[in-house]
């Protein structure tokens, strides 16, 4: 595909996410979720963009702007019914924020926060705020399976691949694009074409969930993601059963055929980018090894945090890990990072979002199971947030972690109207928040 062509299509998607951000304002949630994979698109395709890395975080920062103006106008209230988990998130960050005053290398934190928080304010603060109820989160989901089924086939199919990731620049073979990121779009496309089952022309819509499914698989597998292949397959299993009714013959139909096009795109998988390729990567000697370098890593921070009393507490300081005379990077183990760098203080809001997500994911399961659509929408979001969870546990940072807490604060601003309406006893579609204005109810 010519450079030309490629551009276009870049444009030609932000276009399109733009405009279903002016006309259903959740479509933000699908373009934050495509971020990544759209800015890996323009810079292995564009020289241009490959210089100028931030233009497309402005622009889906901008069209997250849009949707939030568009929302207003159609008098959604925007700042009502914030679950107080947005509180605790805010508060860890904050905490986070100040720990740089203790931290042992400054030098290197600052720039990493310079680096992060337009993701921050993006993806936790603007996004959750257009996402009110099962209406909104079924719109923007199905977005995703349909503009990140289109941009996983694009990457498959017509990415300039090197190794794991896409080459920058058409004729470099010595930097690659960041591959995890792949895998990560990857995994919230795969879980939410293989859960969600949409409204109208389900018949249609099938065939096309199952091709997105086995698409995103295989883009995990040629990223080289084993950790993310693995969270994938264990989100779909555990929502599975809130999606389908398993004990109906048409729920063991369709888990038997979501099954089958998992084992085919893993088989397909294995004998196009392992086989012959990378068959050490994906070895159990070379897995248990980079597990146990892992282990070192937060053994290492760990060990550190526990030598002084106040650290115990308070915690070494947002990125100390990076301090050379630690680890020189992050530990690959957020929950264990912040145990280290943000103490027992920071580690016990952690905590609190993890616990409040999970227990909102049950809340909200329980509640929708009599909605035959309202499931399928509380599967497919909580198979996203257990993804981002698992994975948590095996790469990035907390800065980083911007998915994780956007999806737990998606979790638990859906329980709301999920549980009034089954308390209620309404319908499905009567289901949504009444308009209220834009500044009531702030701590709801």
């Known amino acids: 595909m010519s450079g030309a062509v490629a551009l276009m299509i870049y444009f030609a998607m932000l276009g399109v996410l733009t405009v279903g951000a002016f006309l259903r304002p959740p479509t933000a949630l699908a373009a934050v979720n495509c971020i990544f994979g759209l800015k890996q698109w323009g810079q292995s395709t564009n020289a241009w963009l490959a210089q100028h890395t931030p233009v497309t975080n402005i622009i889906v920062g901008a069209l997250v702007l849009c949707a939030i103006v568009s929302a207003t106008a159609r008098h959604r209230c925007f700042l009502c019914h914030i679950p107080k988990v947005t509180w605790v998130i805010c508060a860890l960050l904050l905490y986070s924020l100040s720990s740089l005053a203790w931290t042992p290398r400054p030098d290197l934190a600052a720039p990493l926060w310079a680096q992060s928080y337009p993701y921050m304010v993006t993806f936790i603060v603007l996004v959750p705020l257009v996402v009110h109820d099962t209406d909104d989160l079924r719109a923007a989901l199905n977005w995703l399976v349909v503009l990140g089924g289109f941009l996983t086939l694009l990457l498959l199919i017509f990415g300039h691949w090197g190794t794991r990731g896409l080459m920058l620049g058409a004729n470099s073979m010595e930097e690659e694009t960041n591959p995890l990121a792949l895998a990560g779009l990857g995994g919230s496309v795969a879980v939410t074409a293989m859960l969600l089952r949409p409204r109208r022309l389900s018949r249609l819509m099938w065939p096309l969930r199952l091709l997105v499914t086995g698409a995103a698989l295989l883009l995990i597998v040629r990223s080289g993601s084993r950790g993310q292949l693995l969270a994938v397959v264990i989100a779909i299993l555990a929502m599975l059963p809130v999606s ?201």
């Open 244 to 444: 389908l009714r398993m004990t109906s013959l048409n729920g063991m139909i369709s888990a038997a055929i979501g099954a089958l096009v998992v084992a085919a795109s893993l088989g397909y998988g294995y004998s196009q980018y392992i086989a012959g390729h990378d068959v050490e990567r994906w070895s159990r000697s070379n897995s248990a090894a980079d597990t146990t370098v892992r282990f070192q890593m937060v053994n290492k921070l760990l060990a550190t945090w526990q030598t002084d009393g106040p650290s115990v507490l308070f915690g070494l300081g947002n990125s100390a890990s990076w301090d050379p005379k630690i680890n020189g990077i992050y530990p690959h183990n957020v929950p264990m990072e912040v145990l280290g760098e943000e103490g027992l203080v920071g580690f016990a809001l952690y905590l609190v979002v993890c616990g409040n997500a999970i227990v909102a994911l049950f809340r909200a399961a329980r509640a929708s199971m009599t909605r035959g659509d309202d499931r399928t929408v509380v599967a497919a979001l909580g198979a996203g947030f257990l993804f981002f969870l698992f994975i948590s546990f095996k790469q990035g940072n907390m800065l980083g972690s911007v998915e994780f807490f956007m999806y737990s604060i998606l979790m638990a601003r859906l329980t709301i109207p999920l549980q009034q309406s089954a308390r209620a006893g309404l319908a499905p579609a009567e289901a949504r928040l009444p308009p209220v204005a834009p500044f009531q109810n702030l701590m709801r």
